[in-house]
């Protein structure tokens, strides 16, 4: 239960990255959890005394899971994970890229000839790391996967953010529903207002749909480059602000 020591917190104006509820433009955050995900004229009737914090336009998504931090496989030091923060990355699976439990560890963006499609059609689990200083942006490695390399063998934007992200917490042994949903873990990112769309796996046969109603969650366009990190929380505790630093207080 929230107190006035630490109130519970409704977030509105964006876009939440929710299976649960894809049109939603609202989420509450209490006690480290998402507590309720829906829609904003909703969430203000709902929760009237919860802090508000308004991102107008802002995308709200899972952080990304880097499983190949370092180039030798090592665990990455405390600067790397302040720094990592600021790109909406807040867990590391040091190891080096190949088979680890089941799942397969890429760095995509220097991995052009990796077959994505042929592994996801083989069941194969994906997980995506970086591997390198160069290749830091976590949504290179969606872009390198879904947009680059041989067109046969890429695979949708979603696909590639799943592993990205959720295939990093199972590489790490912790389920993760891949989206945001009431109940789990507050931990997140907001990104700076964005073009967003639904993009499928084959460019022969585009899906594009930048209409909440399309009931997929939508995810930004990265063909001209990606969005910025306003803020990333970890368990309801803010570890990064856009301009402020980490471990910042509240927005505005």
């Not at 104006?13 to 989420?27: I, K, L, N």
């Not at 390399?149 to 389920?175: C, K, N, V």
């Amino acid at each position: 239960m929230s107190t006035p020591q630490n109130p519970a917190v409704l977030y509105t104006g964006v876009f939440v990255y929710s299976t649960q509820d894809p049109e939603a433009s609202a989420f509450l955050v209490e006690d480290g959890t998402i507590a309720w995900i829906g829609p904003e004229d909703t969430a203000l009737a709902l929760h009237p005394g919860a802090r508000r914090e308004h991102f107008e336009g802002s995308l709200v998504t899972p952080t990304f899971v880097d499983v190949l931090p370092t180039a030798d496989g090592s665990e990455p030091g405390l600067l790397w994970r302040t720094e990592a923060a600021a790109r909406g990355v807040t867990d590391a699976v040091p190891g080096l890229p190949g088979m680890r439990d089941g799942v397969l560890a890429v760095a995509p963006v220097a991995s052009p000839g990796t077959p994505y499609l042929e592994l996801a059609g083989a069941g194969t689990p994906l997980a995506f790391g970086s591997g390198d200083a160069a290749s830091s942006d976590p949504w290179s490695w969606v872009r390198a996967a879904a947009h680059e390399g041989p067109t046969e063998q890429r695979i949708s934007d979603r696909a590639a953010f799943l592993a990205a992200t959720r295939g990093g917490r199972r590489l790490a042994g912790s389920p993760h529903p891949g989206s945001l949903v009431t109940g789990a873990p507050a931990t997140f990112v907001v990104w700076e207002p964005w073009d967003l769309t639904v993009r499928g796996q084959d460019e022969r046969i585009q899906t594009w749909s930048t209409d909440p109603r399309a009931r997929t969650p939508l995810l930004p366009d990265l063909a001209d480059g990606s969005p910025r990190a306003l803020r990333t929380v970890v368990d309801g505790v803010v570890v990064h602000e856009a301009g402020v630093g980490p471990g910042s207080g509240d927005r505005g």
